[in-house]
């Protein structure tokens, strides 16, 4: 016999309040119950949903990039990467960027999370970066290990500049990227 279905809604309050809190207080200081207090619900509640703090991040994180980061269809290539890469690059001048930092905190210490963390999220944003790449390629594919190198050479300078200057993720600086790895996308290796 299983129990009551869960809400949705407590699902999105805890969502909404893990983001808020972070944004507000930081990720060091945000804490289950922290969450649990500002979402309304028990800290039961948030622990019958997730183990740690980083899985209820990783959670809010992807909730964010599913609803907030476009899958562009510009036309172009590079306008489609360029298009997402602003979004991106934007976001994680906020929110976004203060979390992505705290999962790297958090998988740092353990194997187990960071491997849920590429699942997650990073695998989906890189699928969608394949995709758009792709597209610069036609009627030539991509192989795999071209894509993936591609594909690393888009996120590699995100990452960097994100744990060490996130100012620098600027449109500008998405429009080079952009245009550099398209170019190597439709030139070839």
Do not use: C, H
Not at 6 to 14: E, F, L, Q, S
Not at 30 to 55: D, F, H, L, N, P
Not at 135 to 147: K, M, N, S, T
Not at 176 to 189: D, K
């Amino acid at each position: 016999m299983s129990g009551r279905p869960r809400d949705p809604g407590v699902d999105d309050a805890i969502l909404r309040a893990t983001m808020a809190l972070v944004e507000e207080k930081g990720y060091r200081a945000a804490s289950i119950e922290g969450i649990a207090a500002r979402a309304g619900v028990s800290k039961q509640t948030v622990y019958r949903r997730y183990r740690s703090k980083g899985e209820v991040i990783l959670d809010s994180l992807a909730a964010y990039a599913a609803g907030n980061l476009p899958a562009p269809d510009t036309g172009s290539p590079r306008g489609d990467l360029a298009a997402l890469l602003t979004a991106t690059f934007a976001a994680q001048q906020g929110i976004s960027g203060v979390l992505n930092r705290a999962l790297v905190a958090e998988s740092i210490g353990d194997e187990a999370f960071a491997r849920t963390v590429w699942e997650r999220l990073i695998l989906p944003r890189r699928e969608l970066v394949r995709t758009l790449l792709a597209r610069a390629r036609e009627p030539r594919e991509l192989g795999a290990a071209e894509a993936d190198f591609l594909v690393d050479l888009v996120y590699g300078p995100m990452w960097y500049r994100l744990l060490f200057d996130p100012a620098s993720l600027t449109a500008g600086y998405a429009e080079r990227l952009a245009e550099t790895v398209t170019g190597l996308a439709a030139g070839g290796s």
